[in-house]
């Protein structure tokens, strides 16, 4: 049998807790979490705020270590997988947090250079990442001056651009536009297509859960829930705060979430 694209066992990050000068005390920001994610699969990712969802990928993208417990990527230990970064890309919550060029194009072709693509292959693979979200008449623009919304469609060229394996999208839809939500979605689907492996972490699952294979619902830092969405959906507790998408509107005055 080969083993999970990644497997997570035991994982734990705990912070000190507020106030706890001497250490004694801390938070379980995510406890004893376990989860295989299989090569090919599309996992969603979904909780309230603070429940631990960018954490536990923040660890599964080897950006942050965990108090206990291990990652694994196809059997070895993360630590000692070299070039991590090429093989999975990690979509930031944060877009801000991702912008490391002087240029929009310099930007999104920072990932594929450092993925190990020629310079000139790079730059072919930001433009067209760059056309696919809308961006290529922002190209010579300096990043930060870019509006939040599309902050957020350089950080997905960018990622998309290195062609990795496995995309993690923290909160992709989060700022963007009806098109910006549609380019993403088209991404997904044809990344799904190629079989590639895709966590997406969102509040927004009536947007995405129709390629969704697994549903995945953290609470509090623990995984209270998995496996196919329908499944998953029929069984959400309230205090989860995870809605559920099934629902659609017929008229204006229904559109409130207020009273559901
Ligand atoms: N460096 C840190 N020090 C202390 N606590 C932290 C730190 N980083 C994260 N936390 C806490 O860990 C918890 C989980 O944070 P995380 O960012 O994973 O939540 P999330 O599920 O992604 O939430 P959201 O839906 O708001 O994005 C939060 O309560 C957060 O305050
Ligand atoms: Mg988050």
């Given at each position: 049998m080969t083993a999970p694209l990644f497997r997570i066992r035991g994982l734990s990050k705990l912070f000190p807790a507020p106030g706890d000068s001497d250490g004694e005390k801390s938070v379980k920001a995510l406890w004893d979490v376990n989860l295989d994610i299989e090569q090919g699969e599309c996992l969603l990712l979904a909780g309230s705020?603070?429940?631990?969802?960018?954490?536990?990928?923040?660890?599964?993208?080897?950006?942050?270590s965990p108090s206990s417990g291990?990652?694994?990527?196809?059997?070895?230990?993360?630590?000692r997988v070299k070039k991590l970064h090429c093989e999975a890309g990690l979509i930031f919550q944060d877009p801000?947090?991702?912008?490391?060029?002087?240029?929009?194009?310099?930007?999104?072709?920072?990932?594929?250079?450092?993925?190990?693509?020629?310079?000139?292959?790079?730059?072919?693979?930001?433009n067209a990442a760059l056309k696919a979200f809308g961006l290529d008449d922002k190209r010579d623009v300096p990043p930060r001056r870019l509006s939040g919304g599309e902050k957020r469609r350089l950080a997905a060229a960018g990622i998309f651009a290195m062609g990795c394996g496995t995309v993690i999208m923290d909160e992709p839809f989060a700022n963007l536009d009806y098109p910006g939500v549609l380019s993403f979605l088209e991404a997904i689907r044809d990344m799904k297509k190629e079989g590639k492996t895709l966590?997406?972490?969102?509040?927004?699952?009536?947007?995405?859960?129709?390629?969704?294979?697994?549903?995945?619902?953290l609470h509090r830092g623990t995984i209270r829930d998995e496996g196919k969405p329908e499944a998953v959906l029929d069984r959400l507790d309230p205090s989860w705060g995870v809605r559920d998408p099934r629902r659609t509107y017929a008229k204006a005055e229904d559109c409130s979430w207020l009273g559901e």
């Open positions: 705020n603070g429940s631990g969802k960018t954490l536990l990928t923040r660890c599964l993208a080897g950006l942050l291990e990652i694994l990527y196809r059997g070895t230990p993360l630590d801000d947090s991702q912008i490391v060029g002087e240029t929009v194009e310099e930007d999104a072709a920072f990932g594929p250079l450092n993925a190990g693509f020629s310079k000139a292959e790079a730059k072919e693979r930001a966590v997406i972490l969102t509040h927004e699952l009536e947007k995405v859960l129709a390629f969704a294979d697994r549903l995945v619902i």
